[in-house]
T-cell receptor, first 113, second 115 residues
Framework: AQSVTQLDSQVPVFEEAPVELRCNYSSSVSVYLFWYVQYPNQGLQLLLK??????LVKGINGFEAEFNKSQTSFHLRKPSVHISDTAEYFCAVRRRSNYKLTFGKGTLLTVNP | NAGVTQTPKFQVLKTGQSMTLQCAQDMNHNSMYWYRQDPGMGLRLIYY???????DKGEVPNGYNVSRLNKREFSLRLESAAPSQTSVYFCASSFLSGGGNYEQYFGPGTRLTVT
């Protein structure tokens, strides 16, 4: 079975600062990796996904993530955050052989003025 | 194209009452899922339906039942609600495989409080 660990439950940053949200996964087989964002009182929206190929994946709203197979990590980054990026971010993993997603517990990103 | 819709948006139940949460998708997806979200726990899979006519238990199925009514609709039933079932419930759908479309699409959620 696969598992996902989001290393920080909360990340406060100031507006226009860079941010990195960390995600590590464990799986004995190849996986697909995802980052979802949840704005307050809303459902989850896909930010980006890694299926194969280039290890640097670009998503919506200026976010990107890098897949590192040797470190089993998929950290999310943004060079300059906005107030509107305040949300909860979830890392998720799916084995290539089935369709079930396993989610991390989430990281609450708070962007302060 | 409404995506994934859920009804109701909010519900308050007394312990022991029953209710059904409804979910529908219009994206012609094969697979549908029910999750619950609790603070600090992330999303946990309750039940899923890989394709029309099949359902399987997820990580936390106790106290719930599901029905895959047709390809579009997947309902979640609480037969005898308990305070531990106070949560936000999300429905999601996806293609089963192929085409690179592996992501799940989520509904807006149902906030359920059991008193």
């Amino acid at each position: 079975a696969q598992s996902v660990t989001q290393l920080d439950s909360q990340v406060p940053v100031f507006e226009e600062a860079p941010v990195e949200l960390r995600c590590n996964y464990s799986s004995s087989v190849s996986v697909y990796l995802f980052w979802y964002v949840q704005y307050p009182n809303q459902g989850l929206q896909l930010l980006l996904k890694y299926l194969s190929g280039s290890t640097l994946v670009k998503g919506i709203n200026g976010f990107e993530a890098e897949f590192n197979k040797s470190q089993t990590s998929f950290h999310l980054r943004k060079p300059s955050v906005h107030i509107s990026d305040t949300a909860e971010y979830f890392c998720a993993v799916r084995r290539r052989s089935n369709y079930k997603l396993t989610f991390g517990k989430g990281t609450l990103l708070t962007v302060n003025p | 194209n409404a995506g994934v819709t859920q009804t109701p948006k909010f519900q308050v139940l007394k312990t022991g009452q029953s209710m059904t949460l409804q979910c529908a998708q219009d994206m012609n997806h094969n697979s549908m899922y029910w999750y619950r979200q609790d603070p600090g726990m992330g999303l946990r899979l309750i039940y899923y339906s890989a394709s029309e006519g099949t359902t399987d238990k997820g990580e936390v199925p106790n106290g719930y039942n599901v029905s895959r009514l047709n390809k579009r609709e997947f309902s979640l039933r609480l037969e005898s609600a308990a305070p531990s079932q106070t949560s936000v419930y999300f429905c999601a759908s996806s293609f089963l495989s192929g085409g690179g479309n592996y992501e799940q699409y989520f509904g807006p959620g149902t906030r359920l409080t059991v008193t």
